[in-house]
């Protein structure tokens, strides 16, 4: 083909999507990251004057607490989702061959559907008429309801809940890829369970679980609807000050900066991950 | 089996993660079956819920305009997310490139909000379903191309070679051999697509302008949570997570064979 077709054809394949993304993606990006740099307008716009008060503000003992506090909750939901999901993921994946399909698709079924919806659930579960509350009293557990809602124990269940299919699927992948016959040649050189697990199983599948981890503390640090739902109306991590900045304070500067604090963050999170995992594998590759 | 009482542990744990899964969805199921719509008695078998939910214009509407906004943004990102595909499949390797195909599916929903907010607001444009289509076009396509690239990657491409040797045209070539290969990943992708787009919430939010003419079925269903538990919201939840259950099989159909 000729040089010129090869360019039209290349503009006309990537340039509507990276068009596309380019414009409603990057410049908007973009233009959110400018308005981080300036003053809130008297009336809540823009005052162009170039400032980086608003990033010094982030670190006001009062908004650091609710970074540090969105990390903490992200980092408990990723622990817990760790210590539940591995154990699942290592079932499925040394199971039989043509169950690990259908038992994979169960678990990734209802992270799929509505999460409004699946939040939901939970308030109806967790309040204090709910039904967590009214089996604990009826088997006379409990006297007086548990505040099981609106706090942060809440919260974890419901990030938990949302985001564990996630690190199953991860954890899966990176089990499932691993030889059977090391496990096996750990056992034959008389290795017990546990440790053949701990020494061999566990560090192999490491890049499975800095990948889980890191995407469900990436996607619970980041959420607004479950602090918002479960969480009872206060301010209680960064995705609802971003949102209480722009619909109601009216700091759009102010919010603008707070979401690239978040998304700096993340990008820390997601190189170190990558990092890792390319460590891993060199390491994998010299062994 | 090695060790039976290990593996029966394990699957122990396994029930109750399913346990953990499908409880609060089956909760929500039984209730909006229940007649006095309480989750703390059952007091008989009754779709008066359901009935309720037919009768409310406020429910109604907002599933017109989702139905509008994911059909025509999942149109948008299908045609613009497939073709991105083929041409990405076609590159060499770029970092840029993987980066901002990336983004979009894991960039958090409240930043990407904002950003377009501001961006619409900026330019003065009015608000309304048309912004909200045009914002959710911007996760689909890539979730779209994700799909899509999954299927390439899975694609012998001497075919297209052999086509062309023995004299086809290089569009002959896509409508005869590539388009079919890949079309049940653009199908899934675009399945993929309109499912989001019906469960996207704090973006419809932010772009959909204020008045309740461009309230989405989410937004619909965020405001009836913030309201109060009343009993309708669970045959609303029910019929929504049929509704996706049912596409996402579909999806899995389409796409087998090629993604685990």
Redesign the interface.
């Known amino acids: 083909m000729t040089k010129t077709g090869e360019l039209v054809q290349r503009l006309v394949l990537l340039g509507p999507g990276l068009g596309w993304l380019a414009l409603f993606l990057v410049v908007p990006c973009g233009v959110i990251f400018a308005y981080s740099f300036f003053l809130r307008g008297i009336y809540g716009g823009i005052d162009y004057v170039f400032t980086l008060e608003n990033y010094a503000r982030a670190f006001d003992p009062l908004y650091l607490s609710i970074f540090l506090n969105s990390a903490k909750i992200a980092a408990l939901t990723t622990a817990l989702a760790l210590l539940v999901g591995y154990p699942a993921a290592y079932l499925i994946a040394t199971g039989p061959r043509h169950r690990q399909v259908p038992l994979l698709i169960l678990v990734m079924l209802p992270f799929w559907s509505n999460y409004l919806i699946r939040t939901y659930a939970w308030i109806v579960l967790l309040n204090r008429e709910g039904l967590i509350n009214r089996a604990l009293v009826d088997i006379g557990l409990i006297e007086t309801p548990l505040p099981l809602l609106y706090n942060e124990f809440a919260i974890v269940t419901g990030l938990l809940y949302g985001y564990l299919p996630f690190m199953v699927l991860a954890l899966y992948s990176s089990i499932s890829r691993l030889n059977p016959e090391i496990r096996e040649a750990s056992a034959d050189l008389g290795a017990p369970g546990w440790r053949t697990f701990l020494r061999v199983t566990l560090p192999l599948t490491l890049p499975g679980i800095a990948a889980g981890s890191v995407f469900v503390f990436v996607l619970s640090i980041g959420n607004f609807i479950t602090p918002d739902l479960l969480g009872g109306g206060r301010t209680v991590m960064v995705g609802n000050l971003i949102y209480d900045q722009f619909l109601s304070a009216r700091d759009w500067p102010f919010g603008a900066s707070l979401a690239f604090l978040l998304i700096g963050l993340m990008m820390l999170l997601l190189f170190a991950q990558a990092w890792a995992v390319n460590r891993a594998q060199g390491e994998r590759a010299r062994a | 089996m ?2 039976p009482i ?2 029966r542990l ?2 122990g ?2 029930g109750l ?2 346990l ?3 409880g ?2 089956l ?2 199921i039984v ?1 909006s079956f229940n007649k006095s719509g309480l ?2 008695a059952w007091t008989g078998f009754s779709l008066e819920w359901y009935g309720r939910m037919l009768r409310n214009q406020a429910i109604l509407s907002s599933v017109g305009n989702t139905l509008i906004v994911a059909s025509v943004s999942t149109l948008i990102a299908t ?3 497939t ?2 595909a ?3 499949d ?2 060499r390797p770029s970092a840029l490139l993987e980066g ?2 990336f ?2 599916m ?7 909000a ?6 619409f607001t ?1 330019l003065n444009v009015t608000l309304g379903l048309h912004s909200i289509i ?2 959710h ?2 996760f689909n ?2 979730f779209v ?1 994700a799909v899509v690239r999954t299927r390439l990657r899975h694609f012998d491409k001497s075919i297209i070679e052999a086509s062309i040797d023995l004299g086809a045209s ?1 569009f002959r070539t896509f409508r005869r051999i590539t388009l079919p290969v890949i079309f049940p990943g653009v199908l899934a992708g675009a399945l993929l697509a309109f ?1 989001l787009s ?2 996207e ?2 973006i419809a939010y ?1 772009t959909s302008g204020a008045g309740s003419a461009s309230t989405t079925f ?1 937004m619909q ?2 405001a009836m ?2 309201f109060g ?1 009343t009993p309708e ?2 045959a ?2 029910t019929f ?2 049929g509704f ?2 049912l596409l ?1 099989l579909l999806s ?1 159909r389409l796409n087998r064979g090629v993604t ?1």
């Open positions: 090695r060790h290990e593996r394990l699957a744990h396994l993660v399913y953990f899964l499908y609060p969805i909760v929500l209730l989750p703390t045609s613009i997310g073709l991105l083929l041409g990405i076609r590159l901002i195909v983004v979009p894991i960039i958090p929903d409240i930043v990407l904002i950003a377009l907010l501001s961006f900026l045009l914002s076009a911007v396509i890539a191309c290089e499912t019906v469960d919430f704090i932010f989410p269903i965020y949570i913030r538990v919201i669970n609303v939840a929504v997570l996706s259950f996402i899995q685990p």
